[in-house]
């Protein structure tokens, strides 16, 4: 077993604290990677308080992983030791059917075994995630990083950088088309620079006027203050594509009413009350909504291969983890541009 | 000037009665039809009560009408007197935008010109529907109809017949998938009928039992009823679209948990409570949602090309005129089998 140092939650009312537990042994397919950054979703922190229900304690929390390969298991060929790795959302699924052999393990039959907060597939053993020195991950669920890159940076692409990239990829965005991405957060910063990369003519649409700089410095080259109801309206049927990345609470129609003809609503974000849709906003124009969620694997390597090309990352505030419970804080207020990314070698 | 028969509401308060007006003389690209059946939509009924608001009076509603050419303004080639035509819910559109540059007439940026209940492209003129003995239509909005089929049971299809043909071709519905039909009515009914001619598993979604007979004769080779909390579980992940003609309230999250991955929910009814949808069930099968209005005058044309190959016609009722104000009573009742026709020879 591999002593493994972390920070936890041990219940629902307490910070995270530090927390020793073990690593289960190496299988044949099983591959060691010593943790060197770990990103902070906003979903860690939803989950390490049960705002969703149903956790489990204690949770090391952290999907957004990078860091060095330790050792591989017998079977292992795609990895060596001191390859830079990452490991993102998921950790296994039933890996047989219809959508794992389409390299979508993401919407598994059985369900994707995520990375922390549920069982793993024995059913027994809880899986804890990034906020730890060292994971051992079954190899279809590691990928690779280039050395290319700012390693802590790469951290977020794990979570926030396929989220975004799989729904623009699925909806066919490239060069010309005009794209909304509703939200500047995580998840936000991250479409305007895919969607940018890909040619797409990307329009940030939010509540808060300040951010109009940022999203230019992003890529972005049209701001739409959502709150400015003139706005709004000269922008009805602009958008070929919105990206809908907020979980706030909100409404549909109003971005539906924005998009052309056979224009796509993605939606990536999970508000808690239930959105409603205008139906006459959807048949009026034959406007299309898909959700989307993560990416697969294979599609997550396909992605970290671009952003070596294109020389994308995320845009970062690397902490210590002892910090972590006043990142929270932050977070909370928004108060974070775009990504806390925890550096484990302060562990 | 053609002078013209009809029944029509006055008021929103008063029934349907006879009315007389007069069509306009043929321009060069207009098609003088007699009108010999006309069906009885659902909206019609909406539109002369004015329980959508915005009702323009006198009104003459129709909008499914089939008839025989009189005569052809001087440039039209396609039809000539004596043809067998239908006309449908449109009768104009800017012809000139990209929507309609693609065929699709429906969706054009000025608003295509609905056939009544609105002002022609003058701006002036009051459309009036199908409930008349002649219409006098630009050729673009007339289609052909094969004399092998039975002409009143064509009328349906230039509304009922188009809204469910096209989003089902637009969903890529083919042999072997399995499709839902949520409501069994003048839409449900020929949804149905399209989609097993497809070669699809069709399954009828009802909360009616009395319902499963019929939808077995019309092509459906399974029944759920969705009051059977039970059976419905069953069927979570199963279908891979799930055509939703209901314009009662209802949510859709329900139907959208039935879907597989990827799966399309295709929305043509109009509830007037605004539907809420899960972001979840959307997100954690990347779920897609379609609204569709009609269908463009090509695709119209290639369905009723389609009808002629296939001998599907819709299930009507024929009445005459004079019997329209219970039908609509009727109507209310969901008491027909699935449309009444109305033959204009009784006007």
């Known amino acids: 077993m591999i002593p493994t140092k972390s920070y936890a939650a041990l219940s629902k009312h307490t910070q995270l604290e530090p927390y020793s537990f073990e690593r289960r042994d190496l299988r044949a397919d099983d591959v060691h990677v010593h943790i060197r950054y770990c990103g902070v979703c906003h979903s860690d922190l939803h989950q390490a308080r049960d705002e969703w229900g149903g956790s489990m304690y204690p949770m090391v929390p952290g999907h957004e992983i990078v860091g060095e390969v330790v050792a591989v298991g017998s079977s292992v060929t795609r990895f060596a030791p001191g390859d830079w790795v990452g ?19 993401q919407y598994c039959d059985d369900g994707m075994t995520g990375t922390y907060n549920g069982l793993e ?27 290319s890159l700012n390693m802590a940076a790469v ?9 975004t990239y799989s729904p623009l990829r699925f909806a066919g965005v490239t060069a010309g088309m005009k794209v909304g991405v509703v939200g500047l957060g995580g998840l936000g910063h991250m479409g305007v620079k895919f969607a940018a990369s890909f040619g797409a003519e990307v329009t940030v649409i939010s509540t808060s006027p300040s951010k109009e700089a940022d999203a230019k410095r992003l890529g972005a080259s049209r701001f739409l203050l959502s709150t400015d109801k003139e706005a709004v309206k000269n ?19 109003g971005y ?15 508000p808690s009350k239930t959105p409603e849709i205008s139906p006459f906003s959807l048949i009026a124009k034959r406007r299309i909504i898909i959700g989307s969620m993560i990416g697969g694997m294979k599609e997550t390597q396909e992605m970290l ?12 505030e690397v902490i210590s983890i002892q910090y972590i419970n006043d990142a929270y804080q932050r977070m909370l207020r928004s108060d974070v541009k775009y990504r806390f990314v925890i550096d484990l070698a302060t562990l």
Chains 1, 2 share one sequence.
């Open 256 to 270: 539906l009413d924005m998009l052309t003809v056979e224009g796509k609503l993605l939606i990536v974000g999970l």
């Open 87 to 105: 490991v993102g959302v998921m950790v296994d699924s039933c890996c047989n059917c219809e959508s794992c052999n389409r390299d979508l393990e």
């Open 155 to 163: 951290a977020p692409l794990l979570c926030a950088g396929i989220t």
């Open 305 to 316: 291969d671009y952003c070596a090309e294109h020389q994308i990352v995320s845009d970062v």
């Open 235 to 253: 922008h009805a049927r602009y958008f070929d594509v919105i990206l809908d990345t907020v979980s706030a609470d909100h409404n549909y129609t």
């Open 121 to 147: 597939r024995d059913g027994k053993t809880l899986a804890q995630g990034g906020y730890s020195s060292d994971i051992v991950v079954k190899d279809r669920f590691v990928v690779s990083i280039s050395r």
